[in-house]
Structures are given as structure tokens and as C-alpha cells.
């Protein structure tokens, strides 16, 4: 285990040219596994929302479903950069409100920083707020899953003339107004290719070129995610595959009898026995 990813560590990744390797993880299983694998940054995404609790949405999911997801996982890491998504509805309001959830992920669930989607005037004032209460922020411009029916649907940006300029407004807004990184999600790698060398800040793509980082969803890319993924996924193992042969295997094995075997319980003593069919014989001799 090496020394714990700061966010000073992450610049001098971005200045060496030193890809950054992110994982959006929900749970402490998930967790271990990204810092037994070395990752720099893990994300407990919103997207948990669909993933681990099988709502159709990420505006579904609340506060307090964040924050046990997140104390989960940071449970689990220790080294990893860990950023934990401020869920719909909970920095909408006011600047006052991001800035009340934002200390409860720091001081409930140990988050290093919190991400804010969108970069539009109010997004950009709550990032303000939030970085001036001494909590790092990560931006996520591009294709922004909690207001996606506001961009058209669940579909890349930064496609036509209209929906570049704004992404480059955005990608730059968010800098200035203090956020420590930015996620681009679904945007066309040249037109990504365009701001980069005015983003100063580590810079983290999904769907959207090899920026100064990637990251991935853990169960998407272990091939857990049932049906179609989007394009940008890459599947790097089966688990899911072997999951259910798995399931199915202990399943076949309770209704044909082979499981459980003598190997799999516990022996007893004489005595234990004897004892234990004395007691039964004293009950039925008392009724």
C-alpha cells in the first residue's frame, strides 16, 4: 500500500503526463478491491442509484443513501482519492444547502472532496461556495446524468456548434470558479482536445477522449452491469458470467442433494449427543 493520493499528488500527475486511474465503487468489497489494485481516485457515484439499489434514475437517490454508500467504500480505501457525488436535489436549493451537504459527506463519510454536476450560473456559484468552505470540488460538464432530460436525453454533447461552445464555456467556468477537477462525461475526444490545454486541473474522461485520467464504473468494466452498456464502456473481466454459473452451480447443488457434504459441518462428541437426546426424551416424558 502506498501513501495516500493528495490532491497536490494529482497535479503532479497531470504536469508528468501521468494518466490517473479512477473507479466509480458503492460498497466496501468494491472498495477494497480498487485499493488493492492501486487505483488514485475512487468516485461513489450517483449512478449507484441504478447500479446497486435498482432505481431507474440517479435523481432518485437521497442524501442518506449517498452517505451509507460512501462510508461504506471509504471503509474500504485508504489510499485512493475518494469523491463522493452530491446527489439531485441537495445543492439545488441554495449555496447555504450545497455547502450543509457537502460537510456532512466530509464529516460523515471522510470524502476528500465532493463532485457537483453542470456549470451553468447556479452550478457555478454553489462550486464557489463549496471551495470557499475549504472543500475541494470536482466539476463534471459534458453529458450531466441528473439533468440529462434538460440536454436532450442520455446522448454525448459537444456534437454540434451549439453544444461544443457551451461545453468549453462550462470546462472553463468551472475552473475559475475553484473546482480542484473536472470529469468530462460523453464528449467527442477533438473537441475535448480543444480545451485541455486551458485546463490546468486534473482532468478526468469517461466517453471522451484519454484527458489526463479515465474512469470507469467497477461493475461495468468486471462485466457485472446486466444488459447493454454505453459505448464508451469496456468490459476488462466476466464476473458477472461467472456470478451466476456460480449461483446457479450452489443452487443445483442444494436440490440434488451434493450440497452439504460431511466436509462442510461439525463433528460431535459422544457426550454432546447423548446429552442432547436425553433432553429431548425429558421433554417428552414432561408432556
Do not use: N, W
Not at 468516485?43 to 446497486?52: C, E, I, K, R, T
Not at 443445483?252 to 442432547?276: I, K, W
Amino acid at each position: 500500500m502506498g501513501s495516500q493520493v493528495t490532491l497536490g499528488r494529482l497535479a503532479e500527475m497531470k504536469q508528468r503526463r501521468e494518466p490517473i486511474v479512477m473507479v466509480t465503487a458503492y460498497d466496501y468489497p468494491s472498495g477494497r478491491i480498487a485499493e488493492r489494485a492501486g487505483v488514485d481516485m475512487v468516485l461513489v457515484g450517483d449512478s449507484g442509484a441504478q447500479v446497486v439499489l435498482g432505481q431507474d434514475s440517479t435523481v432518485a437517490v437521497t442524501v442518506e443513501e449517498m452517505l451509507m454508500l460512501s462510508r461504506a467504500v471509504r471503509r474500504g480505501v485508504s489510499t485512493p482519492f475518494l469523491v463522493c457525488d452530491l446527489p439531485f436535489g441537495s445543492t439545488e436549493i441554495s449555496d447555504e444547502q450545497a455547502v450543509a451537504t457537502a460537510l456532512r459527506f466530509v464529516k460523515e463519510a471522510g470524502a476528500d472532496a465532493v463532485k457537483i454536476e453542470g456549470g451553468g450560473e447556479a452550478r457555478l456559484s454553489r462550486i464557489r461556495a463549496i471551495a470557499a468552505a475549504g472543500i475541494p470540488v470536482v466539476a463534471h460538464v459534458g453529458l450531466t446524468p441528473q439533468t440529462a432530460v434538460a440536454l436532450g436525453g442520455m446522448r454525448a454533447q459537444g456534437r454540434t456548434a451549439h453544444s461544443a461552445a457551451r461545453f468549453v464555456r462550462e470546462a472553463l467556468a468551472v475552473q475559475d470558479a475553484g473546482a480542484a477537477a473536472l470529469v468530462i462525461e460523453a464528449v467527442p475526444a477533438e473537441v475535448v482536445d480543444v480545451v485541455l490545454p486551458a485546463l490546468g486541473i486534473p482532468v478526468i474522461g469517461i466517453g471522451a477522449g484519454r484527458a489526463d485520467g479515465q474512469v470507469l464504473v467497477l461493475h461495468d468494466l468486471l462485466g457485472i452491469t446486466e444488459g447493454r452498456t454505453a459505448a464508451f464502456v469496456k468490459r476488462f473481466a466476466e464476473i458477472g458470467d461467472g456470478m451466476l454459473a456460480g449461483v446457479s452451480a450452489y443452487a443445483g447443488g442444494v436440490r440434488e442433494g451434493s450440497f452439504p457434504g460431511p466436509e462442510h459441518g461439525y463433528s460431535a462428541t459422544p457426550d454432546a449427543l447423548a446429552a442432547a437426546r436425553a433432553e429431548l426424551q425429558a421433554r417428552a416424558g414432561a408432556g
